[in-house]
């Protein structure tokens, strides 16, 4: 099988600071896999280079077996990879139906066109139907964005990104300051769009849900990937080491080699 995305060899600096150093990295289609590390270990820098955000100095990306460079987010959009972000961007003071169009609402003409009109039918079905694709299921719809529930949104930005068609999404800390019972939820959003066949990226400083929902785990460290490991043969404890620098894969090849 081949990658849906494939990074190779990928250096990102600013300035003298070498953000990305030389990070190689694959994700096959139907995989989650989670990229870990401490703060400033380089792994927003490197998603942000996949997406379009920064463009790397060196090295080459590759998505459904094409190299590709994207200039702007928008060009990631349409190609089909999709970040989800912590703050999600959804506008607090619209409803469900007009977030997942935001920016592409649909419209319908009247007196031969001369009228234009939002066609806030059309978008409320359509909505319930990719979030009963979900098997998510909320109250209302059209209440504004701002009266969910952290997990709810969550569920509305995944929401969005399946209807617009993401062939790949990344996805930046979504279970962070979620209670428990909305991390599971979440978490179970995943594994649906694993089951769906959807690649996923999981960018997470919490270690239980990386190793609930990953097949493999890649971890940074100061820019470098430093090790990657099938989440079935590994355990916190280990990643932790990798994580603060105390084990390193890369280092130990280049003494054999």
């Not at 997942?100 to 319930?128: A, C, N, P, W």
Request: hydrophobic share 40%; net charge neutral; glycine share 8%.
């Amino acid at each position: 099988m081949e990658p849906m995305l494939s990074v190779r060899n990928l250096v990102k600096r600013f300035g003298g600071l070498v953000a990305v150093n030389r990070v190689s990295l694959d994700v096959y289609p139907g995989e989650v896999v989670g990229l870990v590390g401490d703060n400033a270990a380089g792994k927003s820098t490197l998603i942000k280079c996949v997406s379009g955000v920064y463009h790397a100095e060196e090295g080459e990306i590759y998505f459904e077996g094409r190299r590709v460079s994207f200039a702007a987010p928008i060009e990631a959009r349409r190609a089909g990879i999709e970040t989800i972000y912590q703050d999600l961007a959804l506008a607090g003071n619209l409803d469900v139906p007009a977030n997942i169009f935001l920016g592409r609402e649909v419209k319908k003409r009247y007196l031969g066109g001369l009228i234009r009109t939002l066609d806030e039918d059309h978008m409320l079905r359509e909505s319930q139907t990719v979030l009963n694709s979900l098997e998510i299921r909320f109250p209302s719809l059209t209440v504004p964005i701002d009266k969910l529930s952290g997990g709810q949104r969550q569920a509305v930005a995944i929401a969005r990104a399946l209807y617009w068609k993401a062939k790949f999404i990344i996805m930046d800390e979504p279970t962070n300051n979620l209670g428990v019972v909305e991390q599971r939820k979440v978490l179970e959003l995943i594994r649906r769009l694993r089951e769906q066949g959807v690649p996923i990226i999981l960018i997470s400083h919490t270690l239980p849900d990386v190793f609930a929902v990953t097949d493999r785990i890649v971890v940074m460290h100061r820019g470098r990937k430093v090790t990657e490991k099938r989440t079935a043969e590994t355990n916190s404890q280990e990643i932790v080491q990798y994580m603060v620098g105390a084990l390193d894969d890369t280092r130990a090849q280049l003494q054999e080699a």
